[in-house]
């Protein structure tokens, strides 16, 4: 079925089999969309029962597991993954015995936020200030540099928040270098960008070159994890545009296939620095689902068959907001009912849950799509219903 060719460009078609590195929601909706275009799907995942399990094959194991790994392989026409967080021995191993377009150079550059800034910078896209920190010392010289405030981060493993320390004064540099060098990773301080909006923008690359960007994303947070999307983001659409450029230049630089997803920061002055880029479909393109012509699981796997990539015309100003745990049953319970509110706002609501058994506090259960007239009826939707309260 493999033959251990893993930089050859293959184009597969519908009835192959599609390998996916972890079981949760985002390889659960890549396969529910590419499952309809005639693809088959298996999972490696340690989680019994998972998202992505219900709905395709499971190998039940840990994703370090080389046995397992090698069935994977065996198995699967093409292997992607829906984490970045993929164990480098096996990331190798999937690409000597299987077809990985994506590569494992892509996922080597986007799992250290050091080497991910630097090649965000060869391509030629502006990422905050930073330094690379390796003592208490050089902390100190790179804070006096850049100035305060500064943002401390590990450079692997933080994902939602975590890993990160804002430095707002000197008295505060030693404990934040003390608490985030005892992870053992190592560390980058980054400039405080002063943001008016962040804003992200999906793009997709297909192992022939061909490139597609998803219209920009304007990202809300609370307690670092993405509560909206709302798009049209409420941004000059210039600035849209030239976010869907920069997202565009990201992708190619980093020569990715499939998505690959750029967070950035807009200031006031109008300027764009990439945050963080993540070479996977991303929560900050759920919205896609109903709001454009192709979503962003479609695209994905379109792009890693190395098919045409598919059209990414916004069809309605849509917002997204995330279901945690602690919304989970009030969201259910107001959007399986008759919803006058909605109604007289123009909102119509697409839920998408996730399948998980276990519904706990900040855990991403799901999420609404609202298709509105306008963005601020969505909003005022959301505002009503007094759901997102917590
Ligand atoms: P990250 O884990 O890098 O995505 O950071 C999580 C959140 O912290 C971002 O969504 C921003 O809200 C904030 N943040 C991270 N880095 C910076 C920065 N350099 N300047 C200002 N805010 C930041």
């Known amino acids: 079925m493999n033959q251990g060719n893993g ?13 996916v ?5 985002l390889g659960r909706m890549m396969a529910l969309d590419g499952t309809k275009m005639g693809y088959r799907f298996i999972t490696l995942e340690p989680t019994p029962n998972s998202p992505l399990g219900q709905i395709a094959e499971q190998i039940i194991a840990s994703y370090d597991d080389v046995t397992a790994a090698e069935e994977l392989a065996s198995q699967a026409d093409v292997i992607t ?3 970045e967080n993929v164990d480098a021995g096996v990331a190798k191993l999937l690409e000597e015995r299987s077809y990985v377009p ?4 892509l996922l080597y550059t986007t799992q250290h936020r050091l080497r991910e800034k630097a090649a965000i910078e060869a391509a030629g896209v502006p990422v905050a200030p930073y330094r690379k920190i390796t003592s208490l010392e050089s902390l100190k010289e790179a804070s006096a540099e850049l100035g305060l405030p500064c943002v401390l981060k590990t450079a692997t493993g933080g994902y939602d928040g975590k890993g990160q320390i804002v430095l707002r004064q000197e008295e505060q540099l030693e404990a934040a270098y003390a608490e985030l060098s005892s992870t053992g990773a190592e560390l980058v301080l980054e400039k405080f960008i002063s943001f008016t909006s962040e804003i992200s923008v999906i793009a997709a690359r297909t192992p022939e070159g061909e490139v597609k960007s998803f219209p920009t994303a304007e990202n809300i947070h609370v307690n670092n994890i993405l509560h909206l999307s709302i798009v049209p983001a409420r941004i000059p659409s210039e600035v849209q545009r030239r976010a869907c450029q920069l997202a565009e230049q990201v992708a190619k630089g980093l020569n990715a296939v499939g998505l690959l997803a750029v ?3 807009l200031t006031e002055d109008g300027s764009l620095y990439v945050n963080e880029v993540a070479p996977r479909p991303h929560n900050s393109g759920h919205y896609t689902m109903e709001a454009c012509t192709t979503s962003q699981f479609e695209q994905h796997v379109r792009a890693i068959c190395n098919l045409p990539l598919g059209d990414t015309t916004l069809l309605s100003p849509v917002v997204m907001v995330n279901v945690l745990g602690q919304h989970l049953d009030e969201v259910i319970r107001r959007t399986t009912m008759y919803d006058p509110a909605a109604e007289s706002l123009g909102v119509v609501s697409k839920l998408h849950l996730y399948g998980k058994s276990d519904s706990k506090h900040n855990r991403k259960m799901g999420h609404v799509n609202l298709l509105c007239g306008s963005v601020e009826d969505a909003l ?5 219903t007094n759901i997102w309260r917590h």
């Open 7 to 19: 930089s050859q460009r293959k184009t597969l078609l519908p009835g192959s089999v599609i390998g």
């Open 21 to 25: 590195l972890g079981g949760g929601q």
């Open 81 to 83: 993954y829906e984490f």
């Open 102 to 105: 994506q590569g494992s150079k």
């Open 263 to 265: 967070e950035m920061f």
């Open 380 to 384: 005022a939707w959301v505002e009503q």
